[in-house]
């Protein structure tokens, strides 16, 4: 049950990353 609480993790540590990824002017 643990496994699928870090993958909901990964995903949104995943996507905070793509988003600081894009340059915001």
Do not use: E
Not at 14 to 24: A, E, G, I, K
Request: aromatic share 8%; glycine share 0%; net charge neutral.
């Amino acid at each position: 049950m643990q496994t699928a609480t870090v993958m909901i993790f990964s995903t949104q540590y995943v996507q905070l990353n793509r988003t600081s990824d894009v340059p915001q002017q």
